[in-house]
């Protein structure tokens, strides 16, 4: 398999990733794929009239890809209805107004969709030589070629140049993408595009729409078995369909409620489609596609996140090796994203001789996006609103200046600790703070519910930013399921998002950044990064403590039998997890100590919390 990035950068990249993890989630995969093939050729044979793949549309493909347990067949379809400009990404250019020459050389995104890219295409040819890998030989796709050249055509005709025109792409089709997209991310790939998602028949379907499946589940382990990998999905087309199951979202949820399947993970980036902006001078020059699926997802999470092109959008096609064609879609705006991630990746690996893992990235292009519909802050129609290319540049631009105009930061949160960072901020500009991370899979998954109350975040990191004079600022965050029509609130803490913001209008002086946590940190400790902009801003401190479960101690370690608590005998809650945070043993004890006989020969980690709220995590071998 050959990529953009050097063998050593990729190297870097795979060494982050928890291997152990991955092959457990590569073994399931692979057996679900087994069975998934047989449940689709059983399903053909009992029922002859249904055809396996079809055309919708001038562009559209739609597969039957799996079937329920009752027998309900699960289709997935492709999201079809100057991007660069909208999206501000020509000042990266060469003759671009940064001064830079960040084009996507050396990059290579990942596509997956209804078939391959037509990688003969002139906008793919460089020196006689394609630069897309079709790695697994499916067949051309007319949509996955209009896709792969709006993230990387070079431009021979301008009118349909890429965000990132000179990376290179791996295209694949969709229906095994779980475990291609493991077998890619483990080799060092940074970003994929995923323009595509299920395509409901009926009522018993509706489920599906915000919930946390167990594709939702596998991807979002995934990702955070992977840290510096993100993937990019489109949030679907749905608010303009009228046939079931949709129609009862449009008239019962006001066309909200619409993204299903993968778009719904908390570790992925999902795009919505508007339509282009030449120049933008405030929220009004954002408008919203009529077909764009609103979130949210069940537990009330921010979905969509960002906003992008999607209208008229012209790009490569199949027909031939110079064929062009204008489709509209959220499949049209997540290869600009694609894009961007590219773009951006590559300027600070310039910087600063490492990539960003995917939280940051995934977090910057929320921090950095300018305002978009009626209400201040986040919604679940745009996101965080329209992407700004120039911003997240100049964010990670200024992050190397003297002055700390920005900050950067990729942090470790322990169980147990506060983090705080005293920062002096001055300016007309809003002073605005994030926190954002890759959260581990929810353990459980929705099988069959519509919108049940579960909460799927599961490291629930905290933010909150105090002025000198005590006014406390808190992160933005949406009302949930039952007020869709509702603006954000920002008057405390935010329990469903793996992304947090906090936006000060107009900042003046000295500002504490507090960052804790709630409950057990799972694995206990949790990666996440700190943005912050606006203004000049300097930092004076940074602390970080860890206020609880210091006297606790752990022994034997290594240990074949149980182990022993150096607590004075409390009432604790003892936690087993292995090495992918997985729950293996959960116990109250009152001995100070707890049996791990049944436990395989390896590496765990168990969290201690006692009645006095003693609290800390361990690693330890059982032999």
Request: proline content about 4%; charged content about 20%.
């Amino acid at each position: 398999m050959s990529y953009s990035q050097t063998l050593q950068e990729r190297k870097k990249i795979a060494e982050k990733s928890n291997n152990e993890a991955n092959i457990i989630l590569k073994k399931s995969l692979e057996e679900q794929e087994v069975h998934r093939q047989i449940r689709v050729a059983n399903y053909l044979n009992q029922n002859p009239d249904v055809i396996k793949v079809s055309k919708f549309g001038e562009y559209g493909i739609k597969e039957l890809v799996d079937v329920s347990p009752s027998g309900e067949p699960y289709f997935v379809k492709t999201y079809n209805s100057g991007s660069a400009i909208t999206a501000r990404a020509t000042s990266l250019y060469s003759g671009g107004g940064l001064g830079l020459n960040i084009q996507g050389q050396n990059m290579t995104a990942g596509v997956w969709d209804g078939g391959s890219i037509r990688g003969t295409h002139q906008e793919f040819m460089v020196n006689g030589i394609s630069k897309v890998l079709v790695a697994d030989g499916a067949s051309l796709s007319n949509h996955g070629t209009h896709v792969g050249g709006t993230i990387a055509a070079q431009g021979i005709n301008n009118l349909v140049r890429g965000l990132a025109f000179n990376a290179s792409l791996v295209s694949y089709d969709w229906t095994n993408d779980l475990g291609e997209m493991l077998a890619q991310a483990t080799g060092g790939l940074l970003v994929s595009n995923h323009s595509y998602g299920p395509d409901l028949n009926n009522n018993n379907q509706l489920w599906i729409l915000g919930a946390y499946s167990q594709d939702v589940k596998e991807t979002d382990a995934l990702c955070f078995n992977n840290p510096y990998y993100l993937p990019v999905f489109a949030a679907g087309n749905s608010r303009n369909d009228t046939t079931v199951p949709y129609l009862s979202q449009l008239t019962s949820k006001f066309g909200y409620d619409m993204i299903g399947g993968k778009a719904i993970a908390k570790n992925v980036l999902t795009v919505a489609a508007v339509g282009e902006v030449e120049t933008y001078t405030g929220p009004n020059s954002v408008l919203m596609s009529s077909f764009s699926s609103y979130g949210p997802s069940d537990d009330g999470r921010i979905k969509p996140e960002i906003s992008m092109k999607g209208v008229n959008v012209r790009s490569t096609t199949f027909t031939s090796d110079t064929s062009t064609g204008i489709m509209s879609g959220t499949s049209m705006a997540a290869p600009g994203v694609t894009g961007v991630v590219l773009l951006l990746q590559q300027y600070y690996n310039q910087l600063y001789s490492n990539y960003m893992r995917a939280a940051t990235v995934k977090g910057l292009i929320m921090h950095t996006a300018d305002e978009a519909g009626i209400y201040d802050g986040p919604d679940y129609e745009f996101g965080w609103g329209l992407i700004n290319a120039e911003n997240a540049a100049k964010t990670i631009r200024d992050k190397n200046l003297n002055t700390n105009r920005t900050i950067i930061e990729e942090n470790s949160l322990t169980n147990g600790a506060t983090f705080t960072k005293s920062i002096v901020a001055s300016g007309n500009q809003p002073l605005k703070i994030s926190i954002s991370w890759t959260d581990p899979e929810f353990l459980g998954q929705n099988s069959g519910t519509v919108d049940p109350p579960t909460k799927y975040l599961v490291n629930d990191l905290d933010i909150k930013v105090t002025s000198s004079s005590g006014t406390v600022y808190y992160p933005w965050k949406m009302q949930g399921m039952t007020q869709v029509l509702s603006g954000p609130t920002n008057t405390s803490t935010n329990d469903v998002d793996n992304f947090e913001r906090v936006d000060i209008p107009l900042p003046s002086g000295t500002y504490t950044i507090t960052i804790t946590h709630k409950g057990s940190l799972i694995g206990g400790f949790q990666n996440y990064t700190l943005i912050a902009t606006g203004g000049n801003v300097s930092t004076l401190n940074a602390n970080e403590t860890i206020e609880k479960g210091d006297q606790i101690e752990i022994y034997p370690n290594p240990t074949s039998d149980s182990i022993n608590f150096k607590n004075n005998n409390l009432e604790a809650t003892v936690i087993i997890l292995d090495v992918s945070g997985k729950i293996l043993k959960k116990e109250v004890i009152r001995n100070s100590r707890i049996s791990v006989k049944e436990l395989l020969p390896g590496n765990y980690m168990v969290i201690y919390k006692d009645v006095k709220k003693h609290e800390k995590s361990f690693k330890f071998i059982k032999l």
